[in-house]
């Protein structure tokens, strides 16, 4: 007497091609990621200061100008001085005009916090 088996199903997903495309994926966003510790700039963007208008001090204006040229005030700044012209207590609008990127005004901004001077970003004149 035989005994028939019941017919064995085949699996229809096959799991060895998934690991592998996973696998991949993994790999690539590994890669692709950035594991840089991300810092922030604490500027104001012209909004009203707390305290009453009398009580701050006047605030000089630093025009960034395409090739690494500054003016502050109107006066051209030589940039290795920036630290040595400013003092501590003094507030500074940034004025970045066309063309000077986006690296260089962060790094002219991390110099005035190191500084402690209070900033303001502002929009070049035309």
């Given amino acids: 007497m035989r ?6 199903r ?5 799991l060895t091609s ?9 790999f690539f966003f590994m ?3 950035s594991y840089l510790d991300w810092g922030t700039l604490d500027v104001n963007i012209g909004g009203k200061p ?6 701050l001090p006047p605030a000089h204006a630093l ?11 109107g006066r051209p700044l030589d940039p290795a001085r920036l630290e040595a012209t400013l003092p501590s207590a003094s507030r500074v609008v940034v004025q ?18 190191a500084a402690g001077v209070a900033l303001t970003l502002g929009a070049a004149p035309p």
């Fill in 18 to 26: 998934l690991v592998d495309v996973m696998f991949v994926l993994l």
């Fill in 50 to 55: 707390a305290s009453s208008p009398g009580t």
């Fill in 63 to 73: 025009l960034l100008l395409p090739g690494g040229q500054w003016r502050l005030d």
């Fill in 31 to 33: 890669l692709a990621s």
């Fill in 96 to 113: 970045p005009a066309a063309g000077v990127s986006l690296q260089e005004l962060v790094a002219v901004v991390d110099r005035l916090k």
């Fill in 10 to 14: 085949r699996n229809s997903i096959v």
């Fill in 3 to 8: 005994i028939e088996r019941p017919a064995r």
